[in-house]
């Protein structure tokens, strides 16, 4: 029997999911499910990384597992499950902290962009006043945000994995998953698989409706940032005829020169399944109006359609789904953090 290799990823239940989620992770899963052995995790420890109401943080848990399923995770296919259910994850991330370094997580950009601190220790000649604006910065970010990454590292090699399917934003920690991998391979002996990270380069990351400079974010103040796997499709549509495009008239995919118009023929292309030069020809001489009339309908019909899916599937249903993938994963968890124990010398 020819070896499958193994892909993980997995998303935080913390608030509404977008369109952005959807096409620059979740939709590159559905046809790798076909060829590897794929296990999808609801990454629920990642979210309290930030205060969460914990009544929504429930719900969000149930809302993710239900976007996998309405996107086409087929549960007979792949695994799905909810990471807090399976204690390994915890466990190994302690070990992996013993081996991480300050270093490692200082220079993780996301924790740069939630915590507000821009700078590495020293950037700027050690001054009294930039150490004491990052120390203040620091006072305010909790532990959980800057160790964060050790967990998805933790996430990840847990299960041997071989590919990691990400976002670009996300490559980083696959990099570091990489570098923890191998430092802990040397110091006690060969235990985990080296993980390559697989990013859908065309959607690596979708922007802002309002601003192509900026990642399309659900944390976003302006709901015209992003589109919601829940808005009602008239309002998607509405957002799309009002993102902002650029200079100029003709529809052409430039990201330098046209970063606007190039995000939307990204959403466009991936969701009607035509290539960017089809969509450029299709649209010679009739400017940005038919176009985004055209996108607008596009997204109508996929969220109509996703909202439907979604909508067949119970939380009990669902809450039965989380459980018995644990149970599927469970065995993998704990023979690979038998060997941990093992090599570092715990287990008598």
């Known amino acids: 029997m020819k070896y499958k290799k193994r892909i993980f990823s997995g998303i935080q239940p913390s608030g509404d999911l977008h369109l952005g989620n959807y096409l620059g992770a979740i939709a590159q899963w559905i046809p790798l499910q076909n060829e590897y052995d794929s296990i999808f995790c609801v990454v629920d420890y990642h979210a309290i990384t930030v205060p969460q109401d914990p009544k929504k943080l429930k719900k969000s848990i149930i809302d993710v597992a239900r976007v996998y399923l309405a996107s086409g995770?087929?549960?007979?296919?792949?695994?799905?499950?909810?990471?807090?259910?399976?204690?390994?994850?915890?466990?190994?991330?302690?070990?992996?902290n013993t081996i991480s370094r300050m270093s490692d997580l200082f220079r993780m950009t996301q924790f740069k962009d939630k915590s507000g601190i821009q700078t590495e220790l020293g950037d700027q000649e050690n001054s009294l006043e930039a150490t004491r604006e990052i120390i203040a910065r620091l006072n305010k970010v909790g532990v959980g945000l800057f160790d964060y990454p050790a967990l998805m590292v933790a996430d990840i090699l847990?299960?041997?994995?071989?590919?990691?399917?990400?976002?670009?934003?996300?490559?980083?920690?696959?990099?570091?998953?990489?570098?923890?991998?191998?430092?802990?391979?040397h110091q006690f002996g060969e235990t985990f698989v080296v993980p390559e990270a697989k990013v859908r380069k065309e959607a690596a990351r979708i922007m802002a409706l309002d601003d192509p400079m900026k990642k399309m974010s659900k944390s976003a103040t302006s709901e015209y940032n992003y589109i919601s796997l829940i808005d009602e499709p008239d309002k998607a549509a509405k957002k799309i005829m009002r993102a902002v495009t650029d200079s100029g008239s003709e529809v052409k995919y430039d990201k330098e020169k046209?970063?606007?118009?190039?995000?939307?023929?990204?959403?466009?292309?991936?969701?009607a399944g035509i290539n960017l030069k089809e969509i450029e020809k299709k649209y010679i001489g009739q400017g940005y109006g038919n176009?985004?009339?055209?996108?607008?309908?596009?997204?109508?019909?996929?969220?109509?359609?996703?909202?439907?899916?979604?909508?067949?599937?119970?939380?009990?249903?669902?809450?039965k789904l989380l459980s018995e993938g644990a149970d599927k994963v469970k065995p993998i968890a704990?023979?690979?953090?038998?060997?941990?124990?093992?090599?570092i010398g715990i287990k008598l």
């Open 258 to 271: 046209k970063p606007a118009v190039s995000n939307l023929m990204v959403m466009y292309s991936l969701l």
């Open 334 to 343: 704990e023979k690979n953090m038998d060997k941990v124990r093992e090599r």
């Open 291 to 319: 176009f985004k009339k055209d996108l607008a309908e596009i997204v109508h019909a996929f969220l109509s359609g996703f909202q439907e899916k979604a909508a067949g599937y119970s939380d009990a249903g669902i809450k």
């Open 73 to 96: 995770i087929d549960p007979e296919k792949a695994v799905i499950f909810q990471q807090s259910m399976v204690s390994a994850h915890t466990e190994l991330c302690w070990v992996l």
């Open 158 to 185: 847990l299960y041997n994995t071989d590919i990691v399917p990400v976002g670009e934003d996300q490559k980083q920690h696959v990099e570091l998953a990489r570098d923890l991998a191998k430092r802990f391979n």
